[in-house]
């Protein structure tokens, strides 16, 4: 693995995050479920304002959650073809159909527009990925959804501690996922979270997620023994991810203004620069958490960009390659220019380092390095 001067992503993590990985050592087997995890549900809950909480493995893991709660074989769900592969698979591995719709050439998110095109007497629900951080059009979505009949999953990996209207995302629809994968603003290595507000979801969710079986509920003193109840899966964390999870959700707000600050000041550095380069847009509703930090650059500079920085020390990165390009995507009938935005933003984008411990004197030597490579 190469040394970068800047890499891309830095964990915030200190002797808090040391000192609760020890102890929860201490304590036990380190398992799911025990004190630590139990402690990282009430205090996301308490962060986020919504009543159900559970920790996943990871990100993906919440995602296979959400989809076998909510979705069955036979099923359409519609997602953008801009992002990971897990979203498409939790979908897939429900026996559903994934339907790709395009973004917005602005806020690189699925276009509200698009969504009503692609839906069918099949669709079941859609899924939203607010891309860097920064808020899908959820007011439209919703209405959308409850137009149609349609459940609504958010996939929340960017967006811990981003805002919509003054509310957090991932709390804005049927269920949020949340990745706690070490790139991301709260890490723990790997790990997860499924959020949501309803009930009878979240008692479904907690026999999933607990290899079917009603063990949970055996833990909160509610039965004698526990058995298998439902076909399920193992999507718990164990207790020393969620010690350290624990402690960076608990330094979530330092966590959030930090990136803020770092990205205003870039953004005001990037804006004295060229007029090749397009900076990220903020939608009015939105109080963005500064997960990635994406520019764009003609399509015939982007890769030539990239390995400039890269040059200097900056871990510069594209994105995603869309899903529906894949091969797996190509397995499914989609084809290249089947989503022209989608192409488009991918063949441009350019993800700059962003993370709270970032020196002003870093950001001065990417831009000038930036500069200079334009
Ligand atoms: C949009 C999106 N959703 C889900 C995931 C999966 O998260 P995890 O790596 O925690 O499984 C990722 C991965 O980074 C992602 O980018």
New binding site residues.
């Given amino acids: 693995m190469t040394d970068y001067i800047i890499p891309l992503h830095k964990p915030f993590w200190g002797k808090e995050e040391e000192k609760a990985v020890i102890d929860a050592m201490r304590q036990g087997t380190g398992i799911g479920d025990l004190a630590y995890s139990e402690q990282l549900a009430d205090e996301l809950a308490s962060y986020l304002g919504i009543k159900y909480v559970l920790p996943t493995g990871?990100?993906?893991?919440?995602?296979e959650l959400a989809c076998a709660c909510l979705v069955k074989r036979g099923d359409e769900v519609i997602l953008p073809s801009f992002?990971?592969s897990?979203?498409a698979n939790a979908i897939k591995l429900c026996g559903a159909k994934p339907v790709f719709a395009d973004i917005d050439i602005t806020s690189y998110n699925i276009d509200p527009v698009d969504i009503e095109k692609k839906i069918t007497k099949k669709t079941k629900a859609i899924m939203v990925?607010h891309?860097a951080g920064m808020a899908c059009d959820m007011n439209a979505i919703s209405n959308i959804a409850r137009d149609h009949g349609l459940l609504v999953i958010e996939?929340a990996?960017?967006a811990l501690g981003s805002k919509y209207d003054g509310s957090y995302l991932g709390t804005l629809s049927d269920v949020g996922?949340f990745?706690?994968?070490g790139?991301?603003n709260v890490a723990s290595g790997?790990?997860?979270a499924f959020v949501t507000r309803d009930l009878a979801i979240f008692k479904r969710a907690e026999i999933i997620r607990e290899k079917g079986t009603n063990r949970s509920s055996f833990i909160r003193g509610e039965r004698k023994k526990y058995s298998w109840v439902s076909v399920g899966r193992s999507l718990i964390l164990s207790d020393i991810l969620s010690a350290i999870a624990l402690e960076q959700v608990k330094k979530l707000a330092e966590i959030t203004r930090l990136r803020e600050k770092n990205a205003d000041y870039l953004i005001k550095k990037l804006k004295k620069l060229s007029s090749k380069l397009i900076l990220p847009q903020i939608t009015e509703e939105t109080e963005p958490n500064w997960h990635i930090f994406a520019i764009r650059v003609p399509r015939l500079l982007r890769d030539r960009v990239i390995a400039g920085l890269r040059t200097y020390g900056i871990e510069a990165s594209f994105h995603?390659l869309p899903l529906h390009t894949s091969p797996m995507g190509r397995k499914l009938g989609y084809k290249i220019r089947d989503l022209p935005v989608t192409e488009d933003v991918a063949a441009t984008l350019i993800r700059l380092p962003m993370y709270p411990k970032l020196k002003r004197s870093e950001i001065d030597y990417m831009v000038a390095a930036l500069e200079k490579i334009l």
Avoid: P, R
């Avoid at 990871?58 to 995602?63: K, N, P, R």
């Fill in positions: 990871s990100g993906t893991a919440a995602l992002t990971f897990s979203c990925i891309y996939d990996a960017h996922c990745s706690f994968h790139t991301k790997e790990g997860g995603y």
